[in-house]
Nanobody, 120 residues
Framework: QVQLVESGGGLVQPGGSLRLSCAAS????????MAWYRQAPGKEREMVAR???????NYADSVKGRFTISRDNAKNTVYLEMTSLKAEDTAVYYC??????????????WGQGTQVTVSS
C-alpha cells in the first residue's frame, strides 16, 4: 500500500523559516505529481505548491516568492521550504501525490497533515 509520511511542522515566529518533508513509500511505479496543500480553521483547503513531472513548479499567489517546492526523485520525497512566514500561513499542511502503481492505474494519495503555527 502506498503511504505518504510528512515531517517538519512546528511553531515559528513571524519572519522565520521552516522546511517540510514528505516521503512516499510502497508499491510505486512512478510519481506523476507531488504537491503541498494547506487548510486553516474555517477555510477551504488550498493548493500551496505543485510539482508535476515534465513541468515547472507552480505556487499559490499568496506564497509565491516565499515558498519553494522541490523533489528528490531517488527518495520519492518532496520538500517545501518556507521563508518569511506570516501569521496567515498558520494551517495544517498536507502532502499530496498522484502515483502510478502499475501500467494501468494511478491514484491520489494524501499525507496525514502536519501543523505549522506562525506566532510571536
Amino acid at each position: 500500500q502506498v503511504q505518504l509520511v510528512e515531517s517538519g511542522g512546528g511553531l515559528v515566529q513571524p519572519g522565520g523559516s521552516l522546511r517540510l518533508s514528505c516521503a512516499a513509500s510502497g508499491s510505486i511505479f512512478s510519481i506523476n505529481t507531488m504537491a503541498w496543500y494547506r487548510q486553516a480553521p474555517g477555510k477551504e483547503r488550498e493548493m500551496v505548491a505543485r510539482f508535476s513531472s515534465g513541468a515547472l513548479p507552480n505556487y499559490a499567489d499568496s506564497v509565491k516568492g516565499r515558498f519553494t517546492i522541490s523533489r528528490d526523485n531517488a527518495k520519492n520525497t518532496v520538500y517545501l521550504e518556507m521563508t518569511s512566514l506570516k501569521a496567515e500561513d498558520t494551517a495544517v499542511y498536507y502532502c499530496y501525490a498522484n502515483i502510478r502503481i502499475n501500467f494501468l492505474f494511478a491514484y491520489d494519495y494524501w499525507g496525514q497533515g502536519t501543523q505549522v503555527t506562525v506566532s510571536s
